[in-house]
């Protein structure tokens, strides 16, 4: 390791007081005995406020932790038996959700059917890893424009403002969906992940807000594809060299079956894909690395080195520790032994709604050395970010790219800092999609 990881290591939080563990499961144990129900609302609120601190109790005394609801998988390698085994562990829950918002099934609702394979290959390559450079500098330079902009006023709501502006602008300039206006856009995003993934208790009017969200999208995207389509017939060049215009001009036989339907749905799937969890991750990773002033110190300045993989590790390192996908749920389909051969091992009957936990297993001190140290030395192998196996995140190329440059425009502002309660405070819908974050920028805050 190197100077930096060294001092890094230093800046060691308190996340896991010796006398809280124990506790829980305790308290869990007596709550499941005297009233179910309140247990699992325990469960629930742990994970959702103290879940470092939980999970650390999970690794120690119950890996596999089975609860009449759900089962939560903690350790690395347990984990990624879940998400490796998609015939087993399916994504089956999401499937109606996200068919009932885009009208016609996408790769994160089915698991392992040729339109999984077909898709997943054909949109890789229309996300290609080698507009990765290109992409972070349009990143940077829109993120620029914005810590210009507020930069006179001392402060910047970064969710807003910053995060999910580039995020928004990207899906205008790179992926060539721009939507009616950037407010739309957003508005139908979040709609439409609001009920795939935060809506717990199936409220039909969030249900019916995605479903809506998700007619005007589709039809939104039907009649740009037809403007595209005349503009290309009449012999004009497209906009721009983006991902859409890709798909356009990218002609496959009949009989592999990508029509304009799949298509629409494959675009569609993109700020879907993007405009929550990006600017998610991104105030994750600032919130961590702010509260370490020394990693945060190192991290400013690693953010002028012209060399921008030296910045980009703080950023990992600093998500590892609030990843903003902490829980992948499955549905167990068959009755399975996890952990086979291991003290943990475990029959997960068939019916099982699993929880595996990415957040855990980044501190599974068998895979992360130290895990609650913040160093600069985790092997790439060991982040589960982007999930695992069957499928992974088809935008890990792009996201990354973004979410790296985005934070380092950040910390290159002087005197960019968190402001005290309750301004400084993340808020953040459902629990989950960040709102509102504002920093402070410049000296005393009295801008640059
Ligand atoms: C360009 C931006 C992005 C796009 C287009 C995108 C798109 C997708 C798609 C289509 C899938 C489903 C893949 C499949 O079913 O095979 C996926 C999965 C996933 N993405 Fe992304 N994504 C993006 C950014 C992000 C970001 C910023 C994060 C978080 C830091 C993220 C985390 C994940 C995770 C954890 C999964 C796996 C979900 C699971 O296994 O249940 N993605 N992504």
Redesign the pocket.
């Known amino acids: 390791m190197g100077a930096v990881d060294q001092s890094a290591a230093g800046d060691r939080l308190e996340s896991t007081p010796g006398d809280h563990l124990e506790r829980c499961l305790k308290r869990y144990d007596a709550a499941l005995a005297r009233d179910p129900m309140s247990a699992l609302a325990l469960v629930r609120e742990w994970m959702r406020t103290d879940w470092r601190t939980f999970f650390a109790e999970l690794r120690g005394q119950r890996p596999i932790f089975v609860t009449p609801a759900f089962t939560v998988v903690t350790r690395f390698a347990d984990v990624v038996e879940v ?1 490796s085994r998609e015939e087993v562990f399916t ?1 089956r829950a ?1 499937g109606p959700r996200l068919d009932a918002a885009l009208g016609a099934p ?5 698991d392992a059917t040729p339109m ?1 394979w077909r898709e ?1 290959g054909l ?1 890789q390559v229309m ?1 290609a890893p080698q507009d990765a450079a290109d992409l972070r500098e349009l990143a940077g330079r829109i993120a620029d424009e914005a810590l210009d902009a507020a930069a006179p006023r001392g402060r910047i709501e970064a969710v807003g403002e910053l995060f999910r502006h580039v995020a928004l602008r ?1 899906c205008e300039e790179y ?1 060539g969906f721009p939507g009616p206006t950037p407010q739309t856009l957003s508005r139908w995003t979040r709609a439409v992940v609001t009920d795939g993934f935060a809506n717990f208790q199936g409220d039909p009017m969030i249900q019916a807000e995605s479903v809506r969200a998700g007619e005007e999208m589709m039809a939104y995207l039907r009649g740009l594809l037809a403007e595209r389509r005349a503009a290309l017939e009449a012999g004009r060049r497209p906009p721009a060299e983006d991902v859409f215009s890709r798909l356009i001009r990218t002609t496959l036989p009949a009989e592999v079956g990508v029509d304009d339907d799949r298509l629409l749905v ?1 675009m569609a ?6 405009v929550e ?2 600017p ?2 991104m105030v994750e990773a600032v919130e961590q690395l702010m509260l370490r002033p020394r990693v945060r110190a190192e991290a400013v300045d690693a953010a002028r080195d012209p060399d921008p993989a030296r910045f980009d590790r703080y950023v990992w390192e600093a ?1 590892r520790f609030s ?3 902490k829980l ?3 549905l167990c389909e068959r009755d399975h032994v996890l952990a086979a051969g291991t003290p943990r091992r475990t029959v997960i009957p068939a019916g099982t709604f699993v929880l595996a936990a ?1 957040a855990s297993a980044m501190f599974d001190p068998d895979v992360v050395e130290e895990p609650d140290d913040f160093r600069l030395d985790r092997p790439g192998h060991v982040q ?17 790219a ?2 790296c440059e985005v934070v380092r425009r950040l910390l290159r502002r002087p005197g960019v800092r968190t402001l005290p309660p309750p301004d400084g405070e993340v808020v953040r819908a459902h629990g989950i999609f960040p709102d509102r974050f504002v920093l402070a920028l410049g000296p005393d805050g009295k801008g640059v």
Do not use: Q, T, Y
Request: aromatic fraction near 16%; charge should be positive; include cysteine.
């Open positions: 998400l994504v999401f996408f790769m994160l609702g089915r999984n997943k949109m996300l990207v992926f494959n799937g993109l700020p879907l894909g993007f969890s990006g998610g991750a998500l990843p903003f996908f992948l749920p499955r990415p589960l970010f982007f999930g695992h196996g069957h499928h992974a995140c088809l935008g890990v190329h792009p996201a990354r973004v979410i």
